[in-house]
């Protein structure tokens, strides 16, 4: 049982240990839920709060003066100040989009269409998400510009040695994740910032599994560009969260037209809304923004230093535990110290999705693929792999049915 068990969680009374009484989808029978790097289940605080809105406050919102869309415009302005203030922005730099693949684009066409020249470098690294390699290798083309990566070593950790050339050749941007989806690595976010700044480059900061999972100083951190999702931080999907730097925003083109993100429009020409509404076209995700508010301030109320140091001692048990099944190869960082609440690994001889198929049957609910990176799938020369992923509402009862299921699929290909 984890060590902060009996420790009482303010109006909840819950301890982590024992919180999977607030996800209700939970309550299945049987269920060992290890899927929460692809999303989170949500509390009963989300979806209320959701429900709450469309049952009794359901109105577009900004413009109407009655009560109804006061309400709701309040709610939906309130989630995106708390969502700021939570991870220490401000509500003008929070911008809302559909999910983060859709922040990192709207960075990479409308800064990158701005700012990027034939010749120009942009910086990735390998252990990167599709979403965070294809809208630069489309905004690279279209500029005819150049990509470079930074390497990963044996342990699935960034080679920072290898940054500083490439930071030589003064590239315009850096791109990063904070904590990878695949290998669970944490990376010193804030010392490659503070490189890429010395080198005159700005930076994206790929926040979607650290934001869940970490404690996250924005100011701290200090990029250029902070995205993530509300899903994987147990919210509702179809909300990404763009946090950027006024006077580069300010700068920027918006990334689509339409209501909304305009002051006046005439025959010709519009001129633009202020920030953060600029970049927000049409009809908000209302009842969504609503619902990652009320996850923010769950989370928050949580604590989220408490949050890692629950999930870091799931992933220390399953590492350890790990080592039993015999064939098996744990791909990233030995320690869970220095990795999120993501694992992940193949089985000699059995294919990952077999893997995944096996494990389901006794209610073990983990993913097997590429899992959106197979430029790192080539870098560990393994066409997939399965992963678990954990959250507040695992305990090591949900490990050791992973360890048993994986046992079972040894006997079953023996």
């Not at 911008?95 to 066409?109: C, G, M, P």
């Not at 904590?179 to 503070?194: C, D, K, Q, W, Y």
């Not at 490990?399 to 048993?404: K, T």
């Amino acid at each position: 049982m984890s060590t902060l068990a009996g420790e009482p969680l303010g109006r909840t009374g819950d301890s982590l240990g024992r919180i999977a009484s607030q996800f209700p989808v939970l309550e299945r029978e049987g269920l060992h839920y290890l899927d929460t790097a692809a999303t989170a289940q949500k509390p009963l605080a989300v979806i209320e709060a959701m429900d709450d809105l469309l049952r009794h406050h359901n109105a577009s919102i900004h413009r109407g003066v009655y009560p109804l869309a006061v309400e709701a415009t309040d709610r939906f302005e309130g989630a995106r100040d708390r969502a700021a203030a939570w991870l220490g922005s401000i509500s003008r730099e929070t911008i809302f989009t559909k999910n983060a693949t859709e922040a990192i684009n709207l960075v990479a066409h409308a800064w990158g269409g701005a700012n990027l020249r034939e010749g120009d470098l942009v910086v990735l690294t390998q252990m990167e998400h599709h979403s965070n390699i294809v809208p630069w290798q489309m905004a690279c083309q279209a500029a005819g510009a150049e990509l470079a990566y930074v390497p990963i070593d044996e342990e699935g950790e960034l080679v920072l040695d290898a940054l500083d050339p490439l930071l030589e050749r003064g590239p315009k941007l850096v791109g990063v994740v904070h904590a990878s989806n695949v290998l669970g690595t944490i990376n010193p976010v804030e010392e490659i910032v503070r490189r890429a700044h010395a080198a005159g480059a700005a930076v994206l900061v790929d926040g979607t599994q650290a934001v869940p999972q970490l404690p996250v100083d924005l100011r701290a951190i200090d990029a250029d560009f902070y995205v993530w999702t509300a899903h994987k931080a147990y919210g509702p999907t179809g909300l990404g969260i763009l946090h950027g730097r006024a006077e580069m925003l300010e700068a920027m083109p918006p990334f689509l037209g339409g209501g909304h993100m305009i002051s006046t429009v005439d025959w010709q020409v519009s001129r633009y809304a202020e920030l953060p509404h600029k970049f927000e076209a049409g009809t908000s995700p209302i009842a969504e923004a609503v619902g990652m508010g009320a996850a923010v301030a769950w989370l928050a109320e949580l604590g989220m230093e408490r949050v890692r140091a629950h999930e870091r001692e799931l992933v220390a048990y399953a590492l350890e535990r790990l080592v039993d099944v015999p064939g098996l190869r744990v791909f990233g960082p030995p320690s869970a110290a220095r990795r999120g609440a993501v694992v992940s690994f193949a089985v000699e001889g059995v294919h990952p999705h077999d893997v995944a198929e096996i494990l389901a049957r006794d209610g073990v609910c983990v993913r097997a693929g590429h899992h959106c990176a197979q430029p790192l799938m080539r870098v560990l020369g393994v066409p997939a792999t399965t992963r678990a992923s954990f959250a507040v509402h695992n305990t090591r009862e949900d490990v050791d049915a992973l360890i048993d299921g994986l046992h079972r699929v040894r006997e079953i290909f023996a």
